[in-house]
């Protein structure tokens, strides 16, 4: 076996010390350059540097002539240099002249060099520049070689991200790395956010580049291979995880990926060319992802998710990281950036700071959309591939209403979004003008306008909206927060300050919807292949009776002498409100034996969300003291596609006949009846829908406390009798399938009315 190759180890150790000298930003590339020429023997060292406008320029050469310097540019695709950006692959060419993409450049005089090797420089898997060497002779240069070109590239990777070439830039042109970008996706909450990037689940930042001791980074990384290998056998051994299914498929594929001989070879090798255990890491997962970004097969991309998480987790034990950045850093203006992450994660971070979010996935109804949209933070959903384009720390700005994100935006985008900023606090006092009006529409009908809420945070918004009431308050988020169960004196005080700080206006409390996506941490719950569908909600509530008993006992403890209000989530079927009242009439005795104050009144309601009540209407209005509609699961069942799974979440319109129509049939059978009926569903919130809703029948809409303004000044422009014979011609037309939204929007615009 051969002998570490020294050479590699020097260069980069050379490097460092050129890194370090107070030179100026062209001297250091020069020295670097020259440094690298002579250290792998070419005649040609070059670097050319990716600018933000797809060229890239000749930044420095030891051996072309010194006058191409900032003047030989190629674009990507083009030419050799071209090509390797492109592909972000090295390209090894004994005769460069053979290779079809070889193209001249006069200027640069490189005629005469036959042989070219040349490597991409990137960064998170970005291409920031390419690397090149030449020699006269035809030769084809070791892998050892190809090896410690690439390692070199990553050093000067950081050279560009450091920032200092920025300053090399001819006139009128600037880096690719600090590009502004703008990403399309979907607004998920209203609302303009200015600020600073933070990685929900950062890119670890590696700063110590280049090993002292070369053995000693082996024995680091090999120790830490094997305690991540530990970690995930652990994870696949635990009995929660079943034996088939998404999760496992995960874990599983992880397994796989942290015994591939080849990533740990890769890693090796990089630490015997140089670098410290964790740059190894580092360059090894650069490469990976550049070469896996370029896949169009989604399969593949997506075990790029799987490689960067595994990369990551391999760092932190490296450099004895926690995850997620502490409280104390978080800027003062956060914007969140993440692949994907539950509701309590977001809830996590200290409100105060957050400014926006941004996620990869992330559909308009998932929870932590709701979470987001309670907290009243600007949200963009599908942004593709946001969390590996935007560096901890840039500025960005986050547009929820047209679904935008500007990553490093120039001075003119921001000025005009602190204008918007500035025009939507204006409008926002004008919707504070109305909020001791009573929505009434033009006609005289009055709509009740309630909110959501679910936190000690949502109550401040009960006054400042004008919100009539709570007429959705989701307690599974008080568990979802929570480190443990909450006890029932816990639960009893929670609920105790939120009637407290609602007085005369009604809080209707919906009993625990738990399971699904709402995952409460110390609550051991099965592995389901289809949560949604699956042991949740009032399932869950009656299967473990205890859980659900506890949660009435300090509903029915905090309300004494005051109506209360429950409501029964994921109802199926009639029996589960039978089966409900029983377990509340059990404890009105057992506080009645304790002798506490009783509710003067106490109303038992459904929520329809599963299709199956709706054959069920005239039974389910008997029994239930009142109904409220969430849209969002009715509407996920309804059409079958996942409110969380962006390929089918906003697939189908809400505002269509069929869902409609399943609408309309409910609010008559509520008002044949005579009980209330409301719809408390993401669709309430908005202005447009709502008005349907309205045409529909709808008098009592309960949203988030952001959407109140809004829907109050829709709601005062609005002709009910009009909207409502509108609804009716649409519904009455059993033929055409789609339209339902234009034509709305058009009526609106006609009457008038702001959506
Ligand atoms: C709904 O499904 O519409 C609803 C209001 O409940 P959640 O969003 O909490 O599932
Ligand atoms: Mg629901």
Same mark, same amino acid.
């Given at each position: 076996?051969?002998g570490?190759?020294?050479?590699?180890?020097?260069?980069?150790?050379?490097?460092?010390?050129?890194?370090?000298?107070?030179?100026?930003?062209?001297?250091?590339?020069?020295?670097?350059?020259?440094?690298?020429?002579?250290?792998?023997?070419?005649?040609?060292?070059?670097?050319?540097?990716?600018?933000?406008?797809?060229?890239?320029?000749?930044?420095?050469?030891?051996g072309?002539?010194?006058?191409?310097?900032?003047?030989?540019?190629?674009?990507?695709?083009?030419?050799?240099?071209g090509?390797?950006?492109?592909?972000?692959?090295?390209?090894?060419?004994p005769?460069?002249?053979?290779?079809? =993409?070889?193209?001249?450049?006069?200027?640069? %005089?490189?005629?005469?060099?036959?042989?070219?090797?040349?490597?991409?420089i990137?960064?998170a898997?970005?291409?920031?520049?390419?690397?090149?060497?030449?020699?006269?002779?035809?030769?084809?240069?070791?892998?050892?070689?190809?090896?410690?070109?690439?390692?070199?590239a990553?050093?000067?990777?950081?050279?560009?991200?450091?920032?200092?070439?920025?300053?090399?830039?001819?006139?009128?042109?600037?880096?690719?790395?600090?590009?502004?970008?703008?990403?399309?996706? !979907?607004?998920?909450?209203e609302?303009?956010g200015?600020?600073?990037?933070?990685?929900?689940?950062?890119?670890?930042?590696?700063?110590?580049?280049?090993?002292?001791?070369?053995?000693?980074?082996? %024995?680091?990384?090999?120790?830490?291979?094997?305690?991540?290998?530990?970690? !995930?056998?652990?994870?696949?051994?635990?009995?929660?995880?079943?034996?088939?299914?998404?999760?496992?498929?995960?874990?599983?594929?992880?397994?796989?990926?942290?015994?591939?001989?080849?990533?740990?070879?890769?890693?090796?090798?990089?630490? @015997?060319?140089?670098?410290?255990?964790?740059?190894?890491?580092?360059?090894?997962q650069?490469?990976?992802? #550049?070469?896996?970004?370029?896949?169009?097969?989604?399969?593949?991309?997506?075990?790029?998710?799987?490689?960067?998480?595994? #990369?990551? @987790?391999?760092?932190?034990?490296l450099?004895?990281?926690?995850?997620?950045?502490?409280?104390?850093?978080?800027?003062?203006?956060?914007?969140?950036?993440?692949?994907?992450?539950?509701?309590?994660?977001?809830?996590?971070?200290?409100?105060?700071?957050?400014?926006?979010?941004?996620?990869?996935?992330?559909?308009?109804?998932?929870?932590?959309?709701?979470? #987001?949209?309670?907290?009243?933070?600007?949200?963009?959903?599908?942004?593709?591939?946001?969390?590996?384009?935007?560096?901890?720390?840039?500025?960005?700005?986050?547009?929820?209403? =047209?679904?935008?994100?500007?990553?490093?935006?120039?001075?003119?985008?921001?000025?005009?979004?602190?204008?918007?900023?500035?025009?939507?606090?204006?409008?926002?006092?004008?919707?504070?003008?109305?909020?001791?009006?009573? =929505?009434?529409?033009?006609?005289?009908?009055?709509?009740?306008?309630?909110?959501?809420?679910?936190?000690?945070?949502?109550?401040?918004?009960?006054?400042?909206?004008?919100?009539?009431?709570?007429?959705?308050?989701?307690?599974?988020?008080?568990?979802?927060? #929570?480190?443990?169960?909450?006890?029932?004196?816990?639960?009893?005080?929670f609920?105790?300050?939120?009637?407290?700080?609602a007085?005369?206006?009604?809080?209707?409390?919906?009993?625990?919807?738990?399971?699904?996506?709402?995952?409460?941490?110390?609550?051991?719950?099965?592995?389901?292949?289809?949560?949604?569908?699956?042991?949740r909600?009032?399932?869950?509530?009656?299967?473990?009776?205890?859980?659900?008993?506890?949660?009435?006992?300090?509903?029915?403890?905090?309300s004494?002498?005051?109506?209360?209000?429950?409501?029964?989530?994921? *109802?199926?079927?009639?029996?589960?409100?039978?089966?409900? @009242?029983?377990?509340?009439?059990?404890?009105?005795?057992?506080i @009645?034996?304790?002798?506490?104050?009783?509710?003067?009144? *106490?109303?038992?309601?459904?929520?329809?969300?599963?299709p199956?009540?709706?054959?069920?209407?005239?039974?389910?209005?008997?029994?239930?003291?009142?109904?409220?509609?969430?849209s969002?699961?009715?509407?996920?069942?309804?059409?079958?596609?996942?409110?969380?799974?962006v390929?089918?979440? %906003?697939?189908?319109?809400?505002?269509?006949?069929?869902?409609?129509?399943?609408?309309?049939?409910?609010?008559?059978?509520?008002?044949?009846?005579?009980?209330?009926?409301?719809?408390?569903?993401?669709?309430?919130?908005?202005?447009?829908?709502?008005?349907?809703?309205i045409?529909?029948?709808?008098?009592?809409?309960?949203?988030?406390?952001?959407a *109140?303004?809004?829907?109050?000044?829709?709601?005062?422009?609005?002709? =009910?009798?009009?909207?409502?014979?509108?609804?009716?011609?649409?519904?009455?037309?059993?033929?055409?399938?789609?339209? !339902?939204?234009?034509a709305?929007?058009?009526?609106a615009?006609?009457?008038?009315?702001?959506?």
């Open positions: 076996m051969r570490p190759p020294a050479g590699p180890r020097v260069l980069l150790r050379r490097l460092r010390e050129i890194m370090a000298e107070p030179i100026s930003a062209q001297d250091r590339l020069d020295k670097i350059v020259s440094q690298i020429a002579a250290n792998v023997v070419a005649e040609v060292c070059s670097v050319y540097v990716l600018r933000s406008d797809g060229v890239l320029e000749l930044y420095a050469t030891q072309l002539k010194p006058e191409s310097v900032h003047h030989a540019a190629l674009r990507v695709g083009q030419g050799l240099v090509t390797i950006a492109a592909e972000a692959r090295p390209l090894n060419l005769n460069a002249q053979n290779h079809p =993409a070889y193209r001249y450049l006069p200027e640069t %005089g490189e005629e005469i060099y036959s042989s070219f090797l040349g490597v991409p990137l960064r898997g970005r291409t920031l520049g390419v690397l090149v060497v030449q020699n006269r002779t035809h030769r084809t240069y070791y892998d050892e070689e190809v090896e410690a070109l690439q390692t070199t990553m050093v000067m990777a950081e050279t560009l991200a450091v920032g200092e070439l920025e300053r090399l830039a001819q006139p009128g042109t600037s880096l690719d790395l600090k590009r502004a970008i703008t990403v399309k996706g !979907v607004g998920l909450c609302g303009v200015l600020g600073h990037v933070v990685l929900h689940e950062p890119r670890v930042v590696v700063t110590a580049l280049i090993a002292e001791d070369t053995d000693a980074e082996t %024995g680091r990384l090999e120790s830490a291979i094997a305690s991540l290998r530990l970690f !995930v056998d652990d994870m696949l051994s635990r009995d929660d995880i079943a034996e088939s299914g998404e999760h496992r498929d995960v874990l599983e594929a992880y397994r796989m990926f942290a015994h591939d001989r080849g990533w740990v070879r890769r890693m090796t090798e990089a630490i @015997r060319n140089g670098l410290t255990a964790e740059a190894a890491v580092e360059k090894v650069s490469d990976t992802r #550049a070469r896996l970004q370029r896949q169009t097969d989604p399969f593949l991309r997506d075990r790029l998710h799987d490689f960067d998480d595994l #990369a990551n @987790r391999l760092l932190r034990v450099m004895n990281r926690a995850h997620g950045p502490l409280a104390e850093e978080l800027p003062r203006d956060s914007i969140i950036v993440a692949r994907n992450m539950g509701a309590a994660e977001l809830l996590d971070y200290d409100r105060e700071r957050v400014r926006g979010l941004v996620l990869e996935e992330g559909g308009p109804t998932s929870h932590v959309t709701i979470v #987001a949209r309670a907290l009243g933070i600007a949200s963009v959903g599908r942004a593709a591939n946001i969390a590996s384009l935007v560096e901890n720390g840039d500025a960005i700005i986050v547009d929820g209403l =047209a679904g935008e994100v500007h990553a490093r935006p120039p001075a003119d985008v921001q000025e005009a979004y602190a204008e918007k900023v500035r025009f939507r606090a204006r409008r926002q006092e004008q919707y504070l003008l109305l909020r001791d009006k009573p =929505a009434m529409t033009r006609d005289g009908e009055r709509i009740a306008l309630h909110m959501n809420a679910g936190l000690v945070v949502d109550l401040p918004h009960l006054i400042e909206s004008g919100a009539e009431g709570i007429g959705l308050f989701r307690t599974e988020l008080q568990f979802m927060i #929570a480190a443990r169960m909450p006890r029932l004196g816990e639960q009893k005080a609920y105790g300050k939120i009637l407290e700080a007085g005369d206006r009604p809080v209707t409390f919906r009993t625990l919807d738990i399971g699904g996506d709402k995952v409460v941490p110390y609550l051991h719950t099965v592995q389901e292949e289809n949560p949604a569908m699956g042991w909600a009032i399932r869950l509530g009656l299967d473990r009776p205890g859980l659900l008993r506890m949660q009435l006992r300090a509903l029915l403890q905090a004494p002498g005051r109506e209360l209000r429950i409501m029964l989530p994921m *109802i199926t079927d009639l029996w589960e409100i039978q089966r409900t @009242r029983e377990l509340v009439d059990r404890e009105i005795a057992h @009645r034996r304790h002798g506490y104050v009783e509710p003067t009144d *106490i109303r038992i309601g459904a929520m329809i969300e599963v199956s009540l709706l054959w069920q209407l005239e039974g389910l209005v008997k029994i239930a003291d009142f109904v409220s509609v969430g969002n699961d009715l509407h996920q069942f309804m059409t079958a596609s996942d409110r969380g799974n390929m089918v979440a %906003g697939r189908f319109d809400p505002l269509s006949r069929p869902f409609l129509r399943a609408l309309r049939d409910i609010v008559t059978a509520a008002d044949t009846a005579g009980i209330p009926v409301s719809l408390c569903g993401e669709m309430a919130g908005n202005p447009l829908s709502a008005m349907a809703l045409g529909l029948g709808y008098r009592s809409l309960s949203m988030s406390a952001a *109140i303004g809004p829907v109050k000044a829709m709601t005062l422009a609005l002709d =009910a009798g009009k909207v409502a014979s509108t609804v009716e011609t649409l519904l009455a037309d059993r033929e055409t399938g789609d339209g !339902v939204r234009s709305l929007a058009d009526f615009v006609a009457e008038g009315v702001p959506f």
